[in-house]
């Protein structure tokens, strides 16, 4: 077969042109993301080889290699792991397989172009490019791999371009070399010269040192020879020899004493175990010596991940027993509302040799997940009390998951509701501060008995709700519900301390003071008198609303739309509908001031007859203000549009 060249995927060449462009000033990680892919693929075919060990060619001697070349200004990075095939090299070097590269480019795009406070840097820490980060330094990389178990090897090779080649070669062990063919400026003299030993050496040391496996290379010697009973003979000439020198200690920092690691040693470890590229906002090591036997490593991220919430994020902690690993992601240690939390687990009492379904269901694996996850959130909840600040940074990242977490309760999992509503923040109409459930429920009023809420798309939409003039105005405090998740993890909880949670947008407010009290009569008699109009106002509009209501919540406003106590919210509606789940319709409730100047022209109105011209517009102009004021784009803004101006130009 012939060479064929490939175009990289559109959002791939994007992603490069911002490596080679230079995003990241610290162009050295590359060797810790390259030496740490390496190692990964050796990960990947010693857990292949527990069930078919012929994939490792009788070789079980894992290694990786180092090895610069000054003369043609090379360095090739070399692995005896798994290895690829034509397809998975297409597939893993030649796109971007996650779903949201898209969506993280443009958001790198309108950061730039809005001179937004984030760093490429931290962007890109979300993302991490890995393989990439290799034309840093590299004007052109050649990779050379053959899959463990199969025999024929490819060459891949790119300038980066905007396309690449492959072609068949030969190779006679398994794994991939990767030689980066270095730009004048990094094979040259100085710290930057990734063709000199000494460079390298102190790379690994400082990025690599835990990879489990022995990351070699050789040095040139120069040594007199020695006689045959091993004394050096002093007059002869020095012979030139080589030496190879494995250059990390392979001690998994896991098993070391909290005491003895510092800060920056936890932090490097984890860039170059978990492909993370920001030091973590929390790390929880642990040794447990109980039922079960296990060392944890965990930690919480500076930042969220960009596809956290994406199908393709794929969450779960590495499992080790005695420093051998066993798998990548285990999923089942954790509950998925803490799908955020990274890390690793090494447990003597962990099987290597079980299948990974018996290894899940492991009551092992079951008594230290539960005991992680009280660790997690017992820190988490600390967190909050003493350290608020902090809390806050967390929330924002990760809050997201704990409301999931909450609302997929209603589908099982009885007591996360318990475990995790103490954890929840919410925006609030006080101070515009984020307030926790607790702190709530303490500073209401006696005289108040539910917990307001009002969803909207952002705080400033709802701060004009007309729904929420009358609660400002008596002092009540609102919680501000502006992620779509919010309102859908509240109707999970239901109740707070025994106090339920009320939206200011649906059923019946049920305010308490003598005021209150004496609106909602006032209200009752004019419905009463009402009557006729209400049913009038409500065959006009058919089907569009459930119910006409005269109401007591509204202030200086002519009308809103509000809906049942019962069934989704017009928010919840429009979630629904953009998961493509337009099944869950809002009831919705048109109700009209009745202290409004507009509630008297109607009542004219209506006195002319029923079925005038002008009474049908009215309706259908006040069923369509409140929609906008909603947020809700009318079915038909022409026809909006021209009832109008018809009216104004009367
Ligand atoms: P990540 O490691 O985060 O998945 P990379 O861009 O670093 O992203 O690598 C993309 C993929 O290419 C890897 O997931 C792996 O499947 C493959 N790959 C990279 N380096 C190697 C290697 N040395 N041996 C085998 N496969 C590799």
């Not at 740490?36 to 080889?49: F, P, R, V």
């Not at 860039?271 to 030091?279: G, Y």
């Not at 501060?433 to 798309?457: C, D, F, H, W």
């Not at 239901?494 to 009320?502: L, M, S, T, V």
Request: hydrophobic share 35%; aromatic share 8%; proline share 3%.
């Amino acid at each position: 077969m012939s060479k064929e060249t490939f175009e990289f995927q559109a959002e791939t060449r994007q992603l490069l042109n911002l490596m080679i462009n230079s995003i990241y000033t610290n162009k050295e990680i590359f060797l810790r993301e390259l030496v740490s892919n390496a190692s990964d693929a050796i990960d990947k075919l010693h857990y292949n080889s527990l069930t078919n060990t012929e994939l490792l060619e009788g070789n079980s001697n894992y290694e990786i290699y180092l090895i610069p070349d000054k003369d043609s200004k090379t360095l090739t990075i070399s692995d005896n792991g798994l290895g690829m095939n034509r397809d998975e090299i297409v597939e893993n070097i030649g796109t971007i397989a996650k779903s949201g590269t898209k969506a993280f480019l443009e958001q790198m795009q309108k950061a730039k172009e809005e001179n937004a406070d984030l760093s490429d840097k931290e962007l890109i820490g979300q993302f991490g490019v890995g393989f990439y980060s290799a034309f840093m330094v590299a004007e052109k990389v050649t990779l050379v791999t053959r899959k463990a178990g199969e025999a024929q090897a490819y060459r891949w090779e790119s300038t980066a371009d905007g396309s690449y080649t492959i072609e068949e070669c030969e190779k006679e062990t398994r794994g991939t070399s990767i030689t980066l063919h270095l730009g004048k400026e990094f094979a040259g003299e100085g710290e930057n010269d990734f063709t000199d030993n000494w460079t390298l050496q102190n790379l690994i040391k400082k990025y690599s040192d835990y990879v489990r496996y022995p990351i070699k290379m050789a040095f040139d010697k120069e040594e007199k020879p020695k006689d045959e009973e091993g004394k050096v003979i002093e007059d002869a000439e020095p012979v030139k020899t080589t030496e190879i020198r494995t250059l990390n200690s392979m001690k998994p920092l896991w098993t070391k004493n909290k005491s003895e690691i510092s800060q920056e040693e936890y932090t490097e470890f984890i860039k170059n175990q978990f492909h993370d590229w920001e030091a973590p906002m929390e790390i929880f090591h642990n040794k447990t010596e109980g039922n079960v036997e296990y060392t944890s490593l965990l930690y919480i991220p500076a930042k969220a991940p960009f596809n956290l919430y994406h199908t393709d994020y794929e969450p779960g902690i590495q499992l080790y027993s005695r420093q051998v690993f066993i798998m990548d992601k285990c999923k089942d240690l954790l509950p998925d509302y803490l799908r955020f939390v990274k890390g690793l687990v090494d447990s003597p009492d962990l099987s290597l040799n079980i299948s990974r379904e018996l290894l899940q269901q492991s009551r092992e694996l079951k008594t230290i997940g539960k005991s992680l996850e009280k660790t997690v959130l017992k820190a988490l909840a600390k967190k909050m009390e003493n350290h608020r600040d902090e809390y806050e940074k967390f929330w924002e990242q990760f809050g997201k998951s704990i409301k999931i977490g909450i609302y997929n309760s209603m589908f099982g999992g009885n007591d996360t509701v318990d475990k995790l509503k103490e954890l929840v923040l919410f925006t609030s109409s006080k101070e515009n501060k984020n307030v926790s459930l607790k702190e709530y429920v303490g500073r209401m009023p006696e005289s108040q008995k539910k917990i307001y809420y009002a969803a909207g798309t952002d705080m400033a939409t709802i701060e004009k709700l007309p729904q929420m003039e009358l609660l400002k105005e008596k002092g009540l405090e609102v919680l501000y519900l502006v992620d779509p998740v919010d309102e859908f993890a509240i109707e999970t909880i239901r109740q707070y301390e025994g106090k339920d949670f009320q939206s200011i947008s649906r059923g019946d407010l049920d305010l308490d003071d003598a005021e209150s009290q004496e609106v909602k009569k006032e209200t009752e008699t004019i419905a009463k008198d009402n009557t006729d109009m209400i049913k009038d106002i409500k065959e006009v509009l058919g089907d569009k609303v459930s119910e006409v209501k005269v109401s007591s919540r509204l202030k200086s406003s002519a009308v809103c739309l509000v809906t049942d106590a019962q069934g989704p919210s017009l928010a919840m509606e429009h979630t629904f509908a953009a998961m493509d789940n337009p099944m869950f319709k809002a009831r919705r409730i048109l109700e009209l001031n009745p202290k409004h100047d507009l509630f008297a022209r109607l009542q004219n109105l209506h006195a002319q007859g029923k079925d005038s011209a002008d009474f049908k517009d009215y309706c259908d102009l006040l069923y369509t203000q409140a929609l906008i004021i909603e947020g809700i784009m009318p079915e038909n803004p022409v026809d909006f549009a021209n009832k109008l101006a018809k009216l104004m130009a009367k």
